[in-house]
């Protein structure tokens, strides 16, 4: 089992730049598959990247070229670099951790732990 939280959300201006952090607690950080997932309010929630165990990376479309996602092993750390931010990257973040290798798909069902999110708000 492992215990997620997540931090540095806030709110921005479009363009701006922000870095999440999901700091991970009670197993062994490197036996998970990694992500991160976003819900803004009336819509589903929806994967935004993932890392897996051998930092084999996925991102979703929406997202590719403006976002990093990276982990740092010793410190148990995952990431989420947010540059050119949009309005619509308004939403409530959430890390997720999968046991094992990941799949090819970013859908929040193939993760079993979830933190509590962070929120990130882009304005015009």
């Known amino acids: 089992q492992v215990q997620l939280v997540e931090s540095g959300g806030g709110s921005v201006q479009a363009g701006g730049s922000l870095r999440l952090s999901c700091a991970a607690s009670?197993?062994?950080?490197?036996?998970?598959?990694m992500g991160w997932f976003r819900q803004a309010p009336g819509k589903e929630r929806e994967g935004v990247a993932r890392?897996?165990?051998?930092?084999?990376?996925a991102y979703a479309d929406s997202v590719k070229g403006r976002f990093t996602i990276s982990k740092d092993n010793a410190k148990n750390t995952l990431y989420l670099q947010m540059n050119n931010l949009k309005p619509e990257d308004t939403a409530m973040y959430y890390c997720?951790?999968?046991?094992?290798?990941?799949?090819?798909?970013?859908?929040?069902?193939?993760?079993?732990?979830w933190g509590q999110g962070t929120q990130v708000t882009v304005s015009s």
């Open positions: 997720a951790a999968r046991f094992g290798y990941c799949v090819a798909s970013l859908s929040p069902d193939e993760f079993n732990y």
């Open positions: 009670g197993s062994s950080f490197s036996n998970f598959c």
């Open positions: 890392i897996g165990r051998f930092d084999s990376i």
